[in-house]
């Protein structure tokens, strides 16, 4: 158990249910118990924010096209988002948070890190504020969370989303070395698609796979990213909890299963990553003043292009067609090009709190 004389942190992870899906269905009684989808409407691009779990069950999905989301359930209903209904919970999901501890970090409108290793109130247990802390959310705002509770932010992440909804996970102390060991390797943090094969072509599969392997050969394969993997392999996370981190850029990339030697298939994967960069900038409900394409060739030599508006700019055209004018200007055709990014920045006042991450931007790794 995690007690007052254990020298370890105890961390916990919030993450609200289905987040805009439940607000809907508190807000309008016509929506409880019903399959419903949060966007997918015209102008939100077709695509689900999420969906309610009465839709899940059937396979629907955040960021399906709602298309899909309607053949995998004829009587699904397509409600427009309120973001400022959801910011509005936001700020009260923080208000209860900040009555445990102030060391809170959180990740997007709902969800959050907290370290309690101190808290406010002398209560010493972890699971214990965890619980207080759903239940004030069920009766304060009828709303559900699910929390997982640990000695680092990796595990407490994990855990949050092993019994949802209105889950409660704990792993301790005791019990991290096994856990890391049980993890498929899909779960590290930063292991795309990509990575994943690779890992997968070496053998390896699940965290105790992945600790054979030696800091240095870690480094090797996998680059700068190897470091934190060989650690994390360990159970070891040493990131705090950072409260008020500003978000200083958003971003999106993707490295290709073959490198790319044409403009117009660059173009098409440019498409896919501006829309993920505009979903994540709406989510923050952050418009950024500069563009920045990232270039990586085959020979791993990297370059950055960017450009800034007078303005903020928030529309996926808007930073669709800068990126591809950035691209044109390196004259990109017959050149190999192995991975290509979006990144907006230059927020300014609207500034709001940073996603996940162990460096200081929020990037998407290849997806
Ligand atoms: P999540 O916490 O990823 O999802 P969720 O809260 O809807 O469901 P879960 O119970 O699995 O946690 O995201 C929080 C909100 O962010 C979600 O309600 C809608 C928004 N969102 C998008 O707009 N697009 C996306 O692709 C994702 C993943 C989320
Ligand atoms: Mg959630």
Known sequence: MMDKSSNHRKIIHVDMDAFYASVEQRDNPDYRGKAIAVGGLPGNRGVVMTASYEARKFGVRSAMPSKQALQLCPGIL??????????????KIREIFSRYTDL???LSLDEAYLDVTEDKQGIGSAIEIAKLIKQSILNELQLTASA???VNKFIAKIA??????DGLTFIGP?????????????????????????????G???GADLKMLNEDDMIKHFGKTGKFYYQIARGIDEREVQPDRETKSIGAEDTFAY??????EMFIELEKIAETVCKRLQNYELKGRTVTLKIKYSDFKQITRNYSFAEPVSDVNVILDTAKKLLLSTEPDDKRIRLLGITLSNFGEQVRQKKDGNSNQ??????
């Open 78 to 91: 397509f409600v427009q988002p309120r973001f400022s209904a959801y910011k509005e919970v936001s700020q």
């Open 104 to 106: 809170v970090e959180p």
């Open 148 to 150: 997982g509770v640990s």
């Open 160 to 165: 949050s989303d092993m019994n949802k909804p």
């Open 174 to 202: 005791s019990a991290v070395e096994s856990f890391m060991e049980k993890l498929p390797i899909e779960k590290f943090f930063g292991v795309g698609k990509v990575t994943a094969a690779k890992m997968k072509s070496m």
């Open 204 to 206: 390896i599969h699940t």
């Open 259 to 264: 490198d790319l030697t044409e403009a117009d």
């Open 362 to 367: 929020l990037v998407l790794f290849e997806e």
